[in-house]
């Protein structure tokens, strides 16, 4: 007798299914052309940090809208081994038993399943993804004989233009990582891997070791064997024990970069380089033009910049570098549109009402403060920096699919 498939509803409770998807903390995306959804959790879900049996499931979910059969069961979510330490509710004490230790590996998760004659990805939150649609080229161009249609198989999507931090080259790879049975029950990853020849590589398996000396080794920044690691050459560990329960502890300098790559907008370059740029003026004025406080400047030394590009890839700094041009390019434009405006009005300096009105006339609005700053021989540079606040933008980079 064949296994059968197991149902959303068998999976999950669906009262509590529906009130997350209505509280914003699972998404759910049908698929353009055939009856399919994928169920995911949501940003805010992870800022909240509302981890329960729903959404920790809801990781790229795809279910038969017709039949509510799991067409494509994923890992579920899993968390940092100090998550589990720290005592969190939705981090239980790990159990006391034998674990596997395999490489963490940074790219995008592909949901890799077979329905309607064909073997399709998803990745973590879409079908249609720039990640997923990389990712069914690769896999349409494969010997896809051995896989098993009903069970799905979890791989880590790698090509340059996917690179979060590790740099991995010109690697174009799906790694597999793991593989559920359509019951539910995980598939020895040998077992998969057999499945899986001729597709992608299998993700690298370490050595056994004790916890402790595993995570002394993540906070050295060393991977086993001894030889040093940066947060560009490995991401870090997946343990897994022997009842299934998976973990993972980061090297230290990895989880320091992608803060960085991940969180730093052109907002954060424009006033960390206004904090060095205007270095010679008191740090309160500073900090109003600004938007922080004096405390914040103090903090970082007066140098916040020289700290963020420590140790960071070489795009990085160019992408900081060229954010900053662009800002210095826009000072000396609009300073040079002050003088201009100020030179027009340079007649009127003896007699300030009428120097006001012919402000007032200005055909830029936005030139008129610097006018009467200039009038009273005071600088322009603070105000005009802070005209040309960047608005609100992404990242340097996105991890959204990770």
């Known amino acids: 007798m064949s296994q059968a498939h ?3 509803h068998e999976l999950l409770p669906q009262q509590e299914l529906t009130a997350a998807i209505e509280a914003g903390h699972v998404t759910r995306k049908a698929h353009p052309e055939l009856p399919l959804s994928i169920y ?15 959404t920790t499931r809801c990781r790229g979910l795809v279910v038969d809208d017709g039949t ?57 939150g879409s079908f249609i993804s720039t990640q997923a649609t990389w990712a069914q080229r690769l896999l349409d161009g494969q010997d896809t004989s051995r896989l098993v249609p009903g069970v799905t198989y979890l791989a880590e999507i790698l090509y340059p233009e996917n690179r979060i931090v590790v740099d991995y080259g010109e690697r174009r790879d799906l790694v597999l990582l793991a593989a559920f049975a359509k019951d539910g029950t995980e598939v020895a990853l040998t077992e998969a891997a057999t499945h899986w020849e001729g597709i992608g590589s299998v993700v690298t398996v370490w050595p056994a070791m004790p916890l402790a ?11 086993p064997g001894g030889r040093a690691a940066t947060g560009t050459d490995a991401e870090g560990f997946v343990l897994r024990f022997a009842s299934g329960v998976r973990a993972k502890a980061k090297l230290a300098e990895y989880v320091r970069l992608h803060k960085v790559l991940t969180g730093v907008t052109e907002r954060d370059i424009w006033r960390g380089h206004g904090i060095q740029r205007f270095a010679h003026l008191p740090a309160k004025q500073v900090g109003q033009a600004l938007g922080c406080s004096a405390e914040d400047i103090e903090a970082s030394g007066g140098r916040p910049l020289d700290a963020l590009l420590e140790q960071v890839p070489d795009e990085f700094d160019a992408w900081v570098r060229g954010v900053i041009a662009g800002i210095e390019k826009q000072m000396g434009d609009r300073e040079q549109a002050i003088d201009a405006a100020y030179r027009s009005l340079a007649p009127l300096v003896g007699d300030r009402a009428a120097f006001a009105r012919a402000a007032k006339e200005l055909p830029d609005p936005a030139l008129r403060p610097a006018m009467f700053l200039r009038l009273d021989g005071r600088e322009t540079e603070l105000v005009t920096y802070r005209s040309i606040r960047p608005e609100a933008a992404d990242p340097f980079k996105t991890d959204e699919e990770n």
């Open 68 to 124: 509510g059969e799991i067409v494509a069961l994923p890992l579920p979510k899993f968390f940092n081994v100090g998550e589990h330490e720290a005592g969190q509710p939705y981090a239980p004490v790990l159990p006391d038993e034998p674990f596997e230790v395999y490489d963490k590996v940074d790219g995008s998760l592909a949901v890799v399943f077979h329905y309607a004659d064909r073997w399709r990805v998803a990745s973590k």
């Open 6 to 8: 197991l149902t959303l």
């Open 40 to 54: 995911t959790y949501t940003r805010t879900c992870q800022y909240e940090r509302v981890w329960n049996v729903v």
């Open 213 to 223: 000396d595993l995570l002394a080794m993540a906070d050295a920044n060393r991977l």
